[in-house]
């Protein structure tokens, strides 16, 4: 047997000794070692029968190096109003306190400018990583984000970022919630999505405008700032426009308010007038008369997921870049009905 004093050092034990031990992922071993995300009770007491065997102890230069950034990890977003990232927030927030790190909540009111203050202000703190929905026209780069080591996004890509995104099917849903006001007989469908270069919007818009054009079916696209009133303001205007249009699609929750206000100023209720699906579910919706059909987005998920990632990042995991893909559910209400007539 080899020892030090022949000259030979003895191979290291990590992660991927354990992974190996125990025929499971690094990934795994390090969510059963910190205690984050699910395991199956057998595959737990594999990865820990493993690390008695092998007699694996965590880096002590790892944790070294790692201890010149703080426990704290940023969340940079758009829009702070939002519901959809107070449900994103509290789910990553969730992940991160089990393991000791705090959240530093920024946002940047969907201004790359802003966006980029927002950004040297958290690096000041040497975070330990990072999460970010980047702002419209956001002129990010993936050198710009290597700075603090562990970044993903979230909900919103930037082309040409090398680094890992959660999203979700935004395409295929929004062709599903199309697809239900189709079924239904409208023909005469608008979309009142968020600003036009959003990735989020292209992505959505992708899918609303494919369906329609399956079925031949001319589309009809509203942009706004995704904001209740931006919305209310758009379906007033589409609806004096085009008088025959008798289904819309919002694209997130102020959105599909602002759509349910603007009917309301131009005397038309929903469904009778309109149907209405809206996107990203919100608790008025459901008690709302009618209940709103909506496309549910797994925003808890996806927030953990993000978290997660941003972990395995953390601990030197290795992490795919590109979309990470959480699916979203129709859940049909009863704000469809076939157009008047």
């Known amino acids: 047997m080899a020892t030090l004093t022949d000259g030979v050092e003895p191979p290291s034990i990590t992660v991927k000794t354990v992974a190996a031990h125990a025929g499971v992922s690094a990934q795994t071993v390090s969510r059963v070692l910190r205690g984050t995300g699910y395991v199956s009770a057998e595959t737990r007491e594999k990865v820990l029968t493993a690390v008695q065997a092998v007699g694996y102890r965590p880096n002590a230069v790892g944790r070294s190096l790692?201890?010149?950034r703080t426990p704290m990890v940023g969340l940079l977003i758009t829009d702070i109003t939002n519901p959809f990232y107070a449900s994103l927030h509290k789910s990553i927030e969730a992940v991160f306190r089990k393991r000791g790190l705090t959240l530093m909540l920024l946002n940047s009111d969907d201004d790359p400018e802003t966006?980029?203050?927002q950004l040297e202000l958290v690096s000041s703190y040497r975070p330990s990583g990072l999460l970010v929905a980047p702002a419209v026209h956001s002129s990010?780069?993936?050198a710009d984000l290597a700075a603090f080591g562990s970044s993903v996004l979230v909900s919103r890509t930037l082309p040409g970022l090398d680094v890992p995104s959660v999203v979700t099917n935004e395409l295929e849903s929004m062709g599903e919630a199309t697809t239900a006001l189709l079924d239904a007989g409208h023909r005469q469908i608008v979309a009142v999505l968020g600003p036009a270069a959003a990735s989020t919007t292209k992505r959505r818009e992708s899918g609303y405008r494919e369906t329609m054009a399956a079925a031949?079916?001319?589309p009809l696209i509203y942009y706004t700032d995704q904001t209740g009133v931006g919305a209310r303001h758009a379906i007033k205007q589409a609806l004096r426009s085009h008088p025959g249009i008798t289904g819309a699609i919002g694209f997130n929750a102020p959105v599909t308010e602002g759509i349910l206000a603007g009917m309301r100023d131009e005397g038309k209720t929903c469904p009778h007038d309109l149907s209405l699906v809206g996107f990203?579910?919100?608790?008025?919706?459901?008690f709302y008369q009618p209940p709103i059909t909506?496309?549910?987005?797994p925003v808890e998920a996806m927030g953990k997921l993000a978290a997660e990632l941003v972990l395995d990042l953390i601990d030197g995991?290795?992490?795919t870049t590109g979309q990470h893909v959480v699916a979203s559910q129709l859940l049909h209400r009863h704000s469809?009905?076939?157009p008047p007539g």
């Open 66 to 68: 790692r201890a010149t």
């Open 317 to 319: 995991n290795p992490v």
């Open 336 to 338: 469809i009905v076939p």
């Open 294 to 297: 909506v496309v549910r987005q």
């Open 280 to 286: 990203t579910d919100a608790a008025w919706m459901e």
């Open 115 to 117: 966006e980029r203050q």
């Open 140 to 142: 990010l780069k993936t």
């Open 216 to 218: 031949g079916c001319e």
